[in-house]
């Protein structure tokens, strides 16, 4: 097993990653965890974080204030025993896992930690989900369209944007990302609506605009009436 080590200067600290809609405190004790796009060492002695975006890797452990990211295993399949059978048969060549080249890349950034936890989710989408390429050509001689969505709190995401499932309205869905309860402004410049939103820690919230009426009303996730 390779490992890749980024020691820090922020001591025991705490050991966070991102997890699916929210933030899981990991071990810092050397133990093996899981984590999405990204996971941070957090100071609270000295109120500083340091994050680390990677582009697909999910392992790391935590402990002494280093961050050790796990790059490749090279274990065999494993295969299920049978009686007195083998394992793994020795005479013969098995496929392992992890074989040939690799590129690996992380976005390493530290700070105050508010201000590194606020932007960390945002930074983490920018660098794993990049825009569609498209081959088109605008002649430039005509006014700028207006972006489709706005929103007055950097922090806060908008997690989908699409045409409603039954009807032709719009469907804003909304996430908050650090823990933090949150009141901002959503406005859509391209259809001339705009609206305040409270959102609290790590919550989920979807919005149904209706097009003709500029109305926005609260839908679960299936996009039913609350």
Known sequence: ML???VPTHLGPGRYLGQTAYGVEELPSTGDEAVSQKWAAVVSNEKALALT????GV????FADG????????????????????????QDRFIPRIDQGQHVFRFWINGGKSNERLEAVDREALVKNEKPYVLPYFPPGNKKKA???ALLSDPAVQIAA?????QGKDLIIRLFE??????TFELTLPMLRAETMV?????????????KKTKAFCEVDLLEEPL
């Open 3 to 5: 490992k890749l080590s």
């Open 52 to 55: 680390l975006i990677n582009d």
């Open 58 to 61: 999910y392992g790391s452990d």
């Open 66 to 89: 280093e961050i050790r990211i796990s790059l490749v295993r090279s274990p065999a399949h494993s295969a299920d025993p049978a009686g007195e059978r083998p394992l793994l048969h």
């Open 146 to 148: 207006r972006p489709c």
């Open 161 to 165: 944007l699409k045409k409603a499932e």
């Open 177 to 182: 990302p650090t823990g933090r309860d949150r």
């Open 198 to 210: 409270a959102l609290k820690g790590f919550e989920i919230k979807t919005l149904r605009f209706d």
